[in-house]
């Protein structure tokens, strides 16, 4: 992956800080989802059209573990890493880097496609299936 | 207004706070507008039913004075008062008072009523605007 | 813990949501964290004490299942109960429950205490485990 | 401005949006700070070397109106612009254009000086007024 798509950066703003001086722990969630949506649109499904076109593909599962503090100003870079890809669910990891490639915090999503017309999950359209499994073969090696 | 509403109240969170120790300025705003909702729904006109019925009523503009820090676990009172009534918009100011009554912020958010079908400010429906003006004389007294 | 604590109850606020029409999946986590500091302060340990005591309880992992959509004015309870009790950590659940009792969502947190002065974990003060010991006990009982 | 400093970039991500579609309010306001780390951070005045040296620049105000409604996936830029620089305080707007370069939103913040040890404003450290100063002239042309 990190040699076949551009990796996702940012840094750690004010807001994303809370009172205790380090990042609040779901905003890390919300850069994950950053990482997620360029990550689709490097695939070709970017989000903005998966919900113009009525698909769904919501979170059923996230978590995390936080290794180390990240603070006002630092700089981290996100790995994304297909770590399962079933009939209508799939699953990402991302690695959250400092500088010095320090791994600060690891996370995990699962999404599930939904069939809008009765809430239901359905099989992966075939074309998104091929475009995550080939992602997943290049981070693999 | 406070006589006829309940007021929303709120207590500062780790999340609404940043590194510098005290709330996140945006957050304030995040907070009018939970009391904006709380308010529309005491008036009869919940946000969920107007966006099922096809209705939006985007802010056109928003303002804030910061007065005092406000910090974790401060009890914040919002009372709403209506300032304009216009025949397409109408404005809002927020008194956010601290438990001895101090005022530490103060917000107004103008309000326009959108047709979706064309993206054109159209006249506020007469039941909302009759419930506007209804809060308007009472908040007057 | 239901029969000794006064639940923590949230609406879902337009600002919880997403252009899928549905919370936006962290947002969740930022209610468990209300929750939390409720239950913290009902334990007679508010977190703004505990930041101004030098004191940190840093979460080092976090996880949420997602089980049926919450939607704009949905209201929500947030029942925590103790799930572990060790000697530096302790890990806390929250079942998310709408008005008919349905559980929306299930989340999961770990909270290490924090030597200030050199960041390495140290057993939890002795009147704060005492007090999630008894939490424990009740939410058993 | 914009031929001096590295315009501020950003796009609309979900979590950025609300239920009626398009960008919940004060997300922008949450973009303009951005903006505003990275335009201190290119004067030399990261805010995260501020804060450890005890220097606090709170907003006291801030306003913000909405012209055309931004959507899950629009590509915004920044241009900020010194409008006032008074003795302990200064005010930056803040323009967000979209890629056809329409003007999508408009900005304003008041930031003011603080003394830590008693809370009341100060004069502006006179390397932080020349470093606004230089910026300001240089966007006036």
Do not use: C
């Not at 996370?107 to 809008?116: E, G, K, L, T």
């Amino acid at each position: 992956m990190p040699t076949t798509f551009p990796a996702h950066r940012f840094s750690i703003r004010l807001r994303d800080t809370d009172a205790a001086g380090v990042l609040f722990f779901s905003r890390l969630l919300e850069h994950a989802h950053d990482a997620y949506e360029s990550w689709m649109t490097a695939l070709g499904f970017p989000l903005a059209r998966l919900l113009e076109d009525g698909a769904h593909l919501p979170l059923v599962h996230v978590e995390a573990d936080y290794l180390a503090p990240l603070r006002l100003g630092d700089e981290v870079e996100v790995i994304i890493d297909v770590r399962r890809l079933g009939n209508s669910s799939f699953e990402l990891g991302y690695d959250f880097l400092l500088a010095d490639k320090q791994k600060a915090a690891h996370a995990a999503s699962v999404h599930v496609v939904m069939d809008p017309s009765n809430g239901q999950s359905m099989a992966l359209p075939e074309d998104l299936r091929r475009a995550i499994s080939d992602a997943w073969g290049k981070s693999r090696g």
